[in-house]
């Protein structure tokens, strides 16, 4: 009988009971925010019929959205519906009805040695052990299934809809793994969003072989079955994959990777890109050149990939001019134009090269000051509405960082930059309209641009506070004289 691993089963009686109090409660009168939810729970906590229960703990949400959907039918469906809203955990990871569900991969990750990566032991190159999403795939010995479905039933049970699931795969270059690995890691994720999780939680019984007992013929890389088997059952499953986004190197994209990528489902590649000048290549031993993220971004994006690159302000041999040069020259020069952005500063932290030079003195990075003026300007007068701007640093915890270490709140630094100065963005996450009201009339804007030998259509609904209620990406590639006419290519 399954139980999630944290569930006080002991608790499972007086749950059901406080429960039945609160449905009294609700009857009576809705509580109108999550303030006046919590304090009538605490009310509840203080009734004889399960004070002696809770005597030195308070229910976590979670364990009431297990006890309502393994014990639906002691219950109302109408108590269930307005119970709901005050159980969900982090509204906004799921406001646009999909949940982004990130896991990694085993093994080194890259063959090269970047100066500023770390490469901690036991851990794919340039991530730290103590990273949320490093130490649940540690507990799951980095095996995708595990992974996948534990990440499900979390959602499920803080409240999250599951039935539309972005699938971001981390671990360094997706592409340096062999094929037959990447292959079986996939088919791994289709396998587990093709359990019925809110079945499997409400029975409590294994509903998949994965779960059970007994013997499966697997090869090395434990398949049970064919990818593209998987993917056509997952299109009529209670999950959907509707997106894989993988991070890989330009000088890794080609013909060849580029099917394969297909094949899996790939929707979404960030490569990293880092900068765009090739003496700083050399000296930080990145091992390609700038032609080889133009090359990259032209194939990816004729593909129909959606592409994102990774930019580090504040690498060695550069500075805060190099620096705003790349962020202008990215969105300007028609080589590049990427549809989605994140800046990840140069961040001095343990298993490094570059730490090294920090403390020898043959680096030294540009003031934080510096370096918050360069993303205001860019994100006020640079960064375009087609773009969507994902992060503003990496989320590195500062036990790992060395020297001055940027601020975790960066971006709660800029975002209030801003508002001093009175300063916008542009970019879709500052403009998405999220759990807002629309404001007066909706009006379709369609933006034409030329990007990496093609024309690219962004089409956005917006209300009259330039707030995006959806968008859609068009792009018209150059003239294929092989196939005799164009090929479209679309992303959401």
Not at 22 to 43: A, C, G, M, S
Not at 66 to 91: A, G, V
Not at 238 to 249: C, H, K
Not at 278 to 291: A, M, S
Request: one cysteine or more; charged letters at 25%.
């Amino acid at each position: 009988m399954f139980y999630p691993k944290n569930f006080p089963k002991q608790y499972e009686q007086p749950l059901i009971e406080l429960l039945i109090l609160l449905e009294k409660d609700f009857k009576k009168k809705i509580p109108t925010d999550d303030k006046k939810f919590n304090r009538l729970v605490l009310d509840k906590l203080r009734m004889d019929e399960v004070q002696q229960y809770f005597k030195d703990i308070k229910p976590s949400n979670w364990w009431f959205t297990f006890i309502l959907l393994r014990h639906e039918e002691r219950f109302s469906k109408i108590f269930i519906n307005n119970i709901q809203p005050f159980l969900t955990k982090t509204k906004t990871r799921s406001t646009s009805g999909i949940v982004a569900l990130s896991l990694f991969t085993k093994g080194v990750g890259c063959p090269f040695s970047c100066v500023y990566c770390p490469n901690e032991p036991g851990v794919p190159k340039s991530y730290f052990s103590d990273e949320p999403a490093v130490m649940r795939a540690i507990r799951h010995n980095f095996d995708p299934y595990k992974q996948t479905l534990q990440r499900l039933i979390m959602f499920a049970l803080s409240n999250h809809p599951i039935d539309k699931v972005e699938i971001i795969i981390k671990g360094g270059t997706f592409s340096f793994y062999p094929k037959a690995y990447r292959r079986w890691f996939v088919k791994r994720i289709f396998d587990a969003c093709n359990v019925d999780v809110i079945g499997y939680i409400k029975t409590g019984n294994y509903c998949h072989p994965e779960l059970g007992s007994g013997s499966r013929s697997r090869n090395k890389f434990g398949m049970t079955g064919a990818l593209l088997q998987a993917q056509i059952k997952n299109e009529s499953a209670i999950s959907r994959v509707i997106g894989i986004n993988i991070e890989t190197r330009p000088d890794y994209i080609n013909d060849s990777e580029i099917k394969f990528l297909r094949t899996l489902g790939v929707t979404h590649v960030e490569i990293g890109v880092q900068i765009l000048d090739d003496e700083v290549y050399k000296l930080i031993n990145r091992g390609h050149k700038v032609k080889d993220v133009i090359s990259a971004t032209l194939l990816l994006k004729n593909a129909g990939f959606k592409v994102g690159y990774h930019l580090m302000p504040n690498l060695p041999g550069s500075n805060s001019g190099k620096d705003r040069e790349t962020l202008v020259r990215t969105f300007n020069d028609d080589d590049f134009k990427p549809d989605h952005l994140k800046l990840y500063p140069t961040t001095i932290t343990k298993y490094t090269q570059i730490s090294d030079w920090y403390k020898e003195g043959r680096y030294k990075p540009y003031s934080i000051e510096k370096l918050v003026e360069m993303i205001v300007e860019f994100k006020s007068k640079i960064a375009p509405p087609w773009v969507r701007i994902g992060r503003l640093i990496r989320d590195i915890t500062t036990t790992v960082m060395e020297g001055d270490g940027i601020a975790p709140n960066l971006r709660e630094v800029i975002q209030d930059k801003m508002k001093e100065q009175k300063l916008h963005c542009n970019c879709i996450r500052c403009r998405e309209i999220k759990d807002q009201k629309v404001i007066g009339q909706t009006r379709l804007l369609i933006t034409k641009y030329n990007a990496s030998k093609g024309q690219e259509y962004f089409l956005e609904f917006v209300d009259e506070v330039n707030n995006i209620l959806g968008f859609l990406r068009l792009r018209i590639p150059e003239f294929d004289s092989n196939n005799n006419g164009s090929r479209l290519a679309f992303s959401c």
